[in-house]
């Protein structure tokens, strides 16, 4: 059989692509929220949005759909989830979210430790049983690629790729690392997802007080009620008008932005702020907090967070439909290194969430802004409530701009460990 013939997906029509998630959202949450006994106890040990994560993972796998190819998680991650963000943030209660800002803090920082300090311990540690795994000289050494690693790891991916000038990998390991990346992100993401599930156990475990989480989701939610209405024609198309009115705006300042910067502010590219989309991020989140202040915040009542709730889940689909499962087992090498790493990252939150008893909330967030960035950070952030999704976005900014100095020092840390 001829290979082209074997790598060809069954479906190769974006529209198509896109239908089937919509239709992979559309089940899964139906059946989530129906009383059959057997559906009740799948989705008690699976909870939705990993089963929506997951679900186009195993398409792509099994080369029904090809996620890489498609041009579906560009158009929803560009188009669809920067709207949702200006209605996710268009009822927030800024006073509200301000009282969180410490225990977020907290974890944020002990997730970023993590990172910096389990790097070389992962180095010491694997030497030990496969030098190999950790060995190399020159551009191939393979500490130059895991430096990089750490840079993402704290803030996102412009950190990895500006760290990536620091050190210098060379090409091959370089897209090792991207691989790694990769694979650690999903399986982290995907077991935050679950824990969302099950955040009053976990909770527990912290022995955590929620009490704060807790107060402004329902103070959201009580919001939302006083003002719930059967929306008119009127009011769906001003919520769409918001939603890329406020996506089209952001991107419209965003590249003239990223020029001025670059021109006139270039050693604000040590902090990852040349990214464009970032950029669309922030805008659309400021955006949705001024137009709280104004009458608009009213259309929360019409359904403008469902709408971005809708946006969100697409969001979640097309992330999955970036995970290929055969790769993991492909780079079982790479993942045991990123595993040990992404231990010691866990541990550190663990340690501290125990000792300030921070909730799971703050936990997920956090992580996911450490590994994940801004996108993924709000999306963790909107799976416990929409109106929460700038918690997320200004955990990951501090991501951005400690990235690249963090990921230096663990470099710097990687490279001793290795013996170099």
């Known amino acids: 059989m001829d290979l082209l013939t074997v790598r060809t997906p069954l479906i190769t029509q974006d529209i198509v692509v896109f239908g089937l998630l919509a239709v992979i959202a559309a089940v899964v949450q139906l059946t989530s929220t129906s009383q059959n006994r057997i559906l009740k ?68 920082l002990a997730g970023a430790v993590g990172v910096i300090i389990g790097g070389p ?17 020159g551009a191939d050494a393979v500490w130059r690629g895991l430096a990089c690693v750490s840079g993402s790891w704290i803030g996102g991916s412009a950190n990895l790729a500006a760290l990536s000038e620091v050190f210098k990998p060379s ?22 997802l679950y824990g969302v599930g099950k955040n009053r156990q976990l909770n527990r475990f912290f022995r955590a007080d929620d009490r704060d989480v807790d107060e402004v989701r329902e103070k959201i939610e009580a ?6 209405k059967i929306p008119a024609l009127r009011d769906v198309l001003l919520i769409l008008a918001i939603a890329f009115g406020g996506c089209g705006f952001a991107y419209l300042v965003a590249e003239p932005l990223v020029a001025y910067v670059q021109l006139h502010f270039p050693v604000l590219e040590r902090f990852s702020l040349t990214s464009s989309f970032f950029w669309v991020v922030i805008i659309c989140t400021t955006l949705g907090v001024i137009l709280s202040f104004t009458p608009l915040r009213r259309l929360e009542g019409a359904g403008a967070s469902r709408t971005g709730n809708v946006f969100l889940y697409l969001f979640i689909t097309a992330v999955g439909m970036q995970m290929d499962i ?15 790493w992404l231990v010691f990252h866990i541990l550190a939150m ?16 956090s992580g996911e802004a450490n590994l994940g960035g801004a996108v993924q950070a709000s999306l963790i952030a909107s799976a416990f409530h929409t109106s929460l999704a700038p918690v997320g976005v200004l955990l990951a900014v501090l991501g951005y701009v400690f990235g690249n100095y963090g990921g230096y020092l663990c470099g710097l840390l ?3 460990a290795a013996g170099s």
Do not use: H
């Open 41 to 108: 106890r799948f989705y008690f040990f699976c909870p939705p949005l990993l089963v929506m994560y997951f679900l186009p993972g195993i398409l792509n796998t099994t080369n029904v759909i090809n996620g890489n190819d498609s041009r579906v998680y560009e158009i929803i991650s560009k188009y669809l989830l920067p709207a949702g963000l200006v209605l996710f943030t268009l009822s927030v209660d800024i006073r509200e979210l301000w009282k969180l800002r410490k225990k977020a803090g907290s974890m944020f």
């Open 121 to 137: 311990l992962t180095i010491l540690i694997v030497k030990q049983f496969a030098p190999s795994l950790v060995g190399g000289e």
């Open 171 to 192: 090409p091959q390991l370089f897209s090792s690392m991207v691989v790694l990346d990769t694979i650690i992100a999903n399986l982290w993401l995907a077991i935050l």
């Open 223 to 228: 919001y939302q009620m006083a003002t719930a």
């Open 326 to 340: 055969v790769s993991v087992v492909e780079n079982y090498g790479l993942l045991l290194v990123g595993l040990i």
């Open 350 to 365: 663990v340690i501290v969430g125990r000792l300030i008893r921070a909730p799971y909330f703050f936990f997920a967030v």
């Open 414 to 416: 990687m490279q001793w």
